[in-house]
C-alpha cells in the first residue's frame, strides 16, 4: 500500500465520517461507563476472594 493510496483513503473516510448525534454520544457515554464498572467489579470482586484466602 502506497502513501498515495493511504492518503486517498483516509480522505475518503473523512468525507464519510459524521459528528455523532446527541443519542448516539450519549449512548457511547453509556457504554464505556457501564465497561468501566463492570472490570472494577470484577477486580473488586478478585481483591476480595485473594483477601479472603490469604
Not at 1 to 16: P, Y
Given at each position: 500500500?502506497?502513501?498515495?493510496?493511504?492518503?486517498?483513503?483516509?480522505?475518503?473516510?473523512?468525507?464519510?465520517a459524521t459528528k455523532p448525534g446527541r443519542t448516539e454520544l450519549w449512548l457511547s457515554i453509556k457504554i464505556c461507563f457501564l465497561g468501566t464498572v463492570v472490570i472494577g467489579g470484577i477486580g473488586f470482586i478478585i481483591k476480595l476472594v485473594s483477601t479472603v484466602l490469604a
Open positions: 500500500m502506497g502513501l498515495k493510496s493511504f492518503f486517498t483513503s483516509a480522505s475518503r473516510l473523512l468525507k464519510l
